[in-house]
Structures are given as C-alpha cells and as structure tokens.
C-alpha cells in the first residue's frame, strides 16, 4: 500500500511539473509571437521613423528635430510627461490610462477622478515597469514618442488594473520636460 502512495504521489508531482513547464513554454511562445507582433508593426506602420530598440523596448520617435536638443533623459534626471496606455494585439488598441485629457474625450475614456496633469518621476532603473524605463532612457524635452514592448518587460503574468495578463503594452509619451540632476 505504502508503495502504491509514493507511487501516486510521484506521478501527481511528474504531472505538475509536466503542466508547469507546458504552462510556461507557452507563455514564453506568447511572448514570442508578441514580439513578432511589434517588429511587423513598426516595420509596416513606421519604417521612415527612427526607431530605437533598448532592452526588449521599441521607441518609435515620431518628430525627429528635438534629436538636435541637447540633453536627454538618464538615471537620477526629472522627467515630467504626458501618457497614454494600451494594451497591444496587433496595434495599439484597447485604452487603459491617460493623463491626456485629448486622448480621454477622443477615446471616450473616464475614470471616477481623473488627473489630467503633467506627471513627473525621478528617473531610475525601477522607478516603472521595465518596458517604459528602457523605453524612455534617451528621451530628449519636447519628444513625441511611443512605445511598443512584450508583456516580458511589462505585467507578464499579472492582472493588473483592466490589463489582461501576458499583454503587449504600448505607450504615446509626450515628453514636457526632463531636468537634468
């Protein structure tokens, strides 16, 4: 009897492991096809824009002359901008957070109070998710910009708010001001 116990209890654990695995091959096979996703984006929708890949962040800058400003964003600065959340499929789609007021009322976008106002940070390795720190390491006063990232460097397996899990984010950032240290 006692060997029949071990027995099943060594098939439960195999099984268990068995669907960990599988569980995870396919998350990093979601992942992967996200990825896909993004690349054929910008290739389809942005290839005459400068593109900048930081650390499984993509930022597609969408008006090139502030490149002529002289200072851009690193560790230790004060960033101060505007955003604009979505989850990702195959573009930017489904809204999920603004400080924009334009994007809101174009969006039909409300939430019980809203803040409308420029958000400022100190700029540090995890001061946010890692897709929108790798993303805006470099950003210059006055950039438009968006980015695109797996769910990797966003939630990955959380739910978090109305983001569903394991979704591609991307971000339109409007950049107010970045205060050098």
Same mark, same amino acid.
């Given at each position: 009897?006692? &060997?029949?116990?071990?027995?099943?209890?060594?098939?439960?654990?195999? #099984? #268990?492991? #068995?669907? =960990?695995?599988?569980?995870? %091959?396919?998350?990093?096979?979601?992942?992967? /096809?996200?990825?896909? =996703?993004? /690349?054929?984006?910008?290739?389809? +929708?942005?290839? /005459?824009? %400068?593109?900048? +890949?930081?650390?499984?962040?993509?930022?597609?800058? !969408?008006?090139?002359?502030?490149?002529?400003?002289?200072? =851009?964003?690193?560790?230790?600065?004060?960033?101060?901008?505007?955003?604009?959340?979505?989850?990702?499929? *195959?573009?930017?789609?489904? $809204?999920?957070?603004?400080? @924009?007021?334009?994007?809101?009322?174009?969006?039909?976008?409300?939430?019980? /109070?809203?803040?409308?106002?420029?958000?400022?940070? !100190?700029?540090?390795?995890?001061?946010?998710? =890692?897709?929108?720190? @790798?993303?805006?390491?470099?950003? &210059?006063?006055?950039? +438009?910009?968006? $980015?695109?990232? *797996?769910?990797?460097?966003?939630?990955?397996?959380?739910?978090?708010? @109305?983001?569903? %899990?394991?979704?591609?984010? #991307?971000?339109?950032?409007?950049?107010? &001001?970045?205060? %050098?240290?």
């Amino acid at each position: 009897m006692r &060997r029949k116990t071990i027995l099943y209890t060594m098939i439960i654990v195999a #099984a #268990a492991l #068995a669907g =960990s695995s599988c569980s995870k %091959k396919n998350k990093e096979l979601t992942i992967a /096809d996200q990825e896909a =996703s993004i /690349d054929s984006y910008i290739s389809s +929708h942005y290839a /005459d824009y %400068k593109v900048i +890949h930081r650390n499984g962040s993509n930022r597609i800058i !969408l008006d090139t002359t502030v490149l002529s400003q002289p200072d =851009s964003l690193e560790y230790g600065d004060s960033l101060y901008f505007y955003y604009a959340g979505y989850v990702f499929t *195959s573009s930017p789609s489904q $809204l999920f957070c603004t400080n @924009n007021e334009s994007v809101a009322a174009q969006n039909n976008f409300t939430i019980s /109070d809203p803040d409308y106002s420029v958000r400022r940070i !100190l700029f540090t390795d995890d001061c946010m998710i =890692s897709g929108l720190v @790798n993303g805006l390491y470099g950003v &210059r006063q006055g950039e +438009h910009c968006i $980015l695109l990232f *797996s769910a990797r460097y966003g939630f990955y397996d959380s739910y978090v708010y @109305n983001i569903p %899990k394991l979704s591609a984010l #991307a971000y339109e950032i409007w950049v107010d &001001r970045v205060i %050098k240290q």
